[in-house]
């Protein structure tokens, strides 16, 4: 049965808040003392934790804590289905590409919804079998053979995958690369993937990269370069908008002027963080500093103006 082994870790790691021996859970379950060690080593890794010995063979978790992302107690069912109406609500397909089958979404089909979530327009996969080869990448961290085409056809050799990312609607494979561009580092358009070859070789987990992904504030965002700070200048007008969400993680509003202007500060990486922010509030916002950030800003909206003469 293809789901078992996932069924078996999951009571592996439920025994484990109290201790579990290793011959009597294979014994319990009919497998063999061997695959359970193999479970034990994958619970270490997956959580990046080290099991507590509390005699050979037994083992404990090291904390109360250590799988409480993923042990649901039956006080929070409630606060599941909240997740999955709202997952639902935002696009049953997202609920498909998590692995979701649709009879598990049968009861949560027939209840009335009273939430309507408007947002960006939701990218559909095109290649479903690439998007499995990626997740199964993932889940054995094999390497990978990428031809790719967005502008021009890129071939990336031995890339190590990273995260699937879903930003601004589209969906995205983080990747390290062996090109000189940004260190490696690479959102790749999954729609624009044409093939992968999954490789043998396998890789350690990159904690580093996986990281960067937590803390990017946009897919613009370049990898392992200090941030620097910009200012920017938004006007009354809008300022409203600025006072209720952040844009970009980073924003702090420094000042407010006496018209109502804000004066807002941002930590970035890359120029085009800021740049594109400032593209979607044209006119309302003006880059103040850095003068090269500026420049670059107005250089791009001069070349907008020119193409519309």
Not at 64 to 72: H, R
Not at 101 to 124: G, N
Not at 183 to 205: A, C, P, T
Request: charged share 35%; with cysteine.
């Amino acid at each position: 049965m293809r789901d078992k082994k996932i069924i078996l870790i999951f009571k592996f790691i439920e025994h484990l808040k109290k201790g579990v021996c290793l011959k009597e859970f294979a014994k319990k379950y009919n497998i063999d003392e061997r695959t359970a060690q193999r479970y034990k080593k994958d619970i270490e890794e997956i959580f990046d934790i080290k099991l507590k010995m509390l005699k050979k063979g037994c083992y404990i978790a090291p904390d109360s804590d250590s799988f409480a992302d993923v042990l649901i107690n039956k006080s929070d069912i409630e606060d599941l289905d909240r997740l999955i109406y709202l997952l639902m609500l935002i696009n049953k397909k997202f609920l498909r590409y998590l692995g979701i089958e649709d009879k598990l979404l049968s009861k949560y089909l027939k209840e009335e919804s009273f939430f309507v979530i408007k947002d960006l327009p939701f990218e559909d996969l095109k290649d479903i079998e690439t998007f499995k080869k990626i997740k199964k990448a993932l889940k054995h961290k094999q390497y990978m053979d990428i031809v790719y085409h967005a502008e021009n056809e890129c071939f990336f050799e031995k890339a190590k995958p990273i995260k699937i990312v879903f930003a601004e609607g589209n969906w995205y494979l983080a990747v390290i690369t062996d090109d000189e561009i940004n260190n490696g580092f690479k959102f790749l358009r999954i729609n624009y993937i044409k093939s992968i070859n999954l490789r043998k070789e396998e890789f350690k987990r990159d904690k580093k990269a996986e990281e960067f992904i937590k803390k990017a504030q946009s897919i613009w965002s370049l990898y392992d370069k200090k941030p620097f700070e910009v200012i920017v200048e938004v006007d009354s007008e809008v300022a409203r908008f600025f006072r209720v969400k952040k844009f970009l993680e980073s924003q702090q509003i420094v000042n407010i002027k006496e018209n109502g202007d804000l004066i807002i500060k941002y930590y970035i990486t890359s120029e085009y963080e800021i740049i594109n922010l400032a593209k979607k509030w044209i006119p309302h916002m003006k880059i103040i500093k850095p003068f090269n950030v500026k420049e670059k800003f107005l250089s791009l909206l001069q070349e907008a103006i020119d193409k519309n003469l």
